[in-house]
T-cell receptor
Framework: RKEVEQDPGPFNVPEGATVAFNCTYSNSASQSFFWYRQDCRKEPKLLMS???SGNEDGRFTAQLNRASQYISLLIRDSKLSDSATYLCVVNSIETSYDKVIFGPGTSLSVIP | DGGITQSPKYLFRKEGQNVTLSCEQNLNHDAMYWYRQDPGQGLRLIYYSQIVNDFQKGDIAEGYSVSREKKESFPLTVTSAQKNPTAFYLC????WGSGANVLTFGAGSRLTVL
């Protein structure tokens, strides 16, 4: 089993739609969680951190379920500019270092 | 402005040549990382360094080498031993921001072997 898994995608949605991405992680000792966004041929950029209580940033809502080892990202009122690949990122402390694991990403295309 | 600078942005190499990719950060971050990304694939960790003069192999270190002589700099050498080096290489550093210990990436270096 991969350490971080995401919906395979791609997701093709019309403008204005609500879309949800799911991510699961295998290491129950994982401590921090993030969503990154990567545009085509560009570097990943932090979209938002994910907190245990859930958090919202404008049209974006992130949720964490530690018991199920599950993270989600909800995008409401999708815009054309939301088209990108969304990466789930999990951080855990292993014996002597911080381990940062990226999921494979889920591609989103928002269609006019 | 603080950030991470990678160079060159594009690089072409002949088989059998070593090339070095530069990564410089002025964020005062201790930890730095090198990732490789192939088309349609996720990021794979090559090497990381948590402090000056120390670095550790990641998941795909074979055919690569690094140094960390200064806090600001973490160059990656792609050696001739790397069998399939054509890829997008991303350097990152890690430090506190947005309320968490987050990775910040450079713009990447795209290496093509001819």
């Amino acid at each position: 089993r991969k350490e971080v898994e995401q919906d395979p995608g791609p997701f093709n949605v019309p403008e204005g739609a609500t879309v949800a991405f799911n991510c699961t992680y295998s290491n129950s000792a994982s401590q921090s969680f993030f969503w990154y966004r990567q545009d085509c041929r560009k570097e990943p950029k932090l979209l938002m951190s994910v907190y245990s209580s859930g958090n919202e940033d404008g049209r974006f809502t992130a949720q964490l379920n530690r018991a199920s080892q599950y993270i989600s990202l909800l995008i409401r009122d999708s815009k054309l500019s939301d088209s990108a690949t969304y990466l789930c990122v999990v951080n855990s402390i292993e014996t002597s270092y911080d381990k940062v694991i990226f999921g494979p990403g889920t591609s989103l295309s928002v269609i006019p | 402005d603080g950030g991470i600078t990678q160079s060159p942005k594009y690089l072409f190499r002949k088989e059998g040549q070593n090339v070095t990719l530069s990564c410089e950060q002025n964020l005062n971050h201790d930890a730095m990382y090198w990732y490789r990304q192939d088309p349609g694939q996720g990021l794979r960790l090559i090497y990381y360094s948590q402090i000056v003069n120390d670095f550790q192999k990641g998941d795909i270190a074979e055919g690569y080498s690094v140094s960390r002589e200064k806090k600001e700099s973490f160059p990656l050498t792609v050696t001739s031993a790397q069998k399939n080096p054509t890829a997008f290489y991303l350097c990152a550093s890690r430090g506190w921001g947005s309320g968490a210990n987050v990775l910040t990436f450079g713009a990447g270096s795209r290496l093509t072997v001819l």
